[in-house]
C-alpha cells in the first residue's frame, strides 16, 4: 500500500481557502487518490476522488501533479462547519486512513 | 436512496459475551467493507466482502471476529468473547462495484460504537 504522509493539524479563518497536501511517493500506476473527511462520532465521508491533473467539484478542489507523488485538497472559504479531520487516502479498496489532517476553523 | 445503515449505533457488552454488528449497503451496492477505529486513530481495514463470499479478511483479527455477507439480509460483523480491547468504533461502507486496479468510492455508515465493560 502506498503511504501517504500529511500535516497532523491546521488552523484557518473563516472564508479563508484552506490547502491540505499530502505526500504519496511510492503510488502504484492504478492508484486513485481519494479524500475523506469526518466529524466526531460520525463515518468519514467521501470529498473528492481523482487520478490525475485536476478535479473540481461543488465541495472541493483537487490538484496533483504530472509525477501524482502528491496531491492537493483545496477548501475555498471554509466555514466553521468545516472543522473536521481530512484523510488522504491511496490505494485499492484496503483503505487505511492514518491520522489525517486536523482542521480548525475558527471565527 | 439511504445511505449506509448501521445497528445498533451503541452497543455495550461485558467481557465474554457476544457481539453482533449489523450493517445494510446502500441500495444498489453489492461490496461491503469493515473498518475498526481505536481512539484517536483512523480506520483501519477489516475484511471486504461481496454476497455470500469473503473476499479479503487479511485485517481482521485471527481469532473470534467473523463476517458475512449473505444472499438476503445484512452484513454482520460478530465478535465472540469480547474484550475491553475490542471497545472501539466498527464503521461499514458499501461500493457499487470494485473494478480491478482502481478504486470505487466507498460510502460509509454512520458507524456502531462497541463498549466491552
Known amino acids: 500500500l502506498a503511504k501517504t504522509t500529511q500535516p497532523i493539524s491546521m488552523d484557518s479563518y473563516e472564508g479563508q481557502e484552506v490547502n491540505i497536501t499530502c505526500s504519496h511517493n511510492?503510488?502504484?500506476?492504478?492508484?486513485?487518490i481519494t479524500w475523506y473527511q469526518q466529524f466526531p462520532s460520525q463515518g468519514p465521508r467521501f470529498i473528492i476522488q481523482?487520478?490525475?491533473t485536476k478535479v473540481t467539484n461543488e465541495v472541493a478542489s483537487l490538484f496533483i501533479p504530472a509525477d501524482r507523488k502528491s496531491s492537493t485538497l483545496s477548501l475555498p472559504r471554509v466555514s466553521l462547519s468545516d472543522t473536521a479531520v481530512y484523510y488522504c487516502?491511496?490505494?485499492?479498496?484496503?483503505?487505511?486512513f492514518g491520522k489525517g489532517t486536523s482542521l480548525l476553523v475558527t471565527p | 436512496n439511504a445511505g449506509v445503515m448501521q445497528n445498533p449505533r451503541h452497543l455495550v457488552r461485558r467481557r465474554g459475551q457476544e457481539a453482533r454488528l449489523r450493517c445494510s449497503p446502500m441500495k444498489g451496492h453489492s461490496h461491503v467493507y469493515w473498518y475498526r477505529q481505536l481512539p484517536e486513530e483512523g480506520l483501519k481495514f477489516m475484511v471486504y466482502?461481496?454476497?455470500?463470499?469473503?473476499?479479503?479478511e487479511s485485517g481482521m483479527p485471527k481469532e473470534r471476529f467473523s463476517a458475512e455477507f449473505p444472499k438476503e439480509g445484512p452484513s454482520i460483523l460478530r465478535i465472540q468473547q469480547v474484550v475491553r480491547g475490542d471497545s472501539a468504533a466498527y464503521f461499514c461502507?458499501?461500493?457499487?462495484?470494485?473494478?480491478?486496479?482502481?478504486?470505487?468510492?466507498?460510502?460509509f455508515g454512520p458507524g456502531t460504537r462497541l463498549t466491552v465493560l
Open positions: 466482502l461481496q454476497k455470500e463470499n469473503i473476499i479479503d
Open positions: 481523482g487520478y490525475k
Open positions: 461502507a458499501s461500493s457499487p462495484r470494485q473494478g480491478i486496479g482502481d478504486t470505487d468510492t466507498q460510502y
Open positions: 511510492n503510488i502504484a500506476t492504478n492508484d486513485y
Open positions: 487516502l491511496v490505494a485499492g479498496y484496503a483503505l487505511n
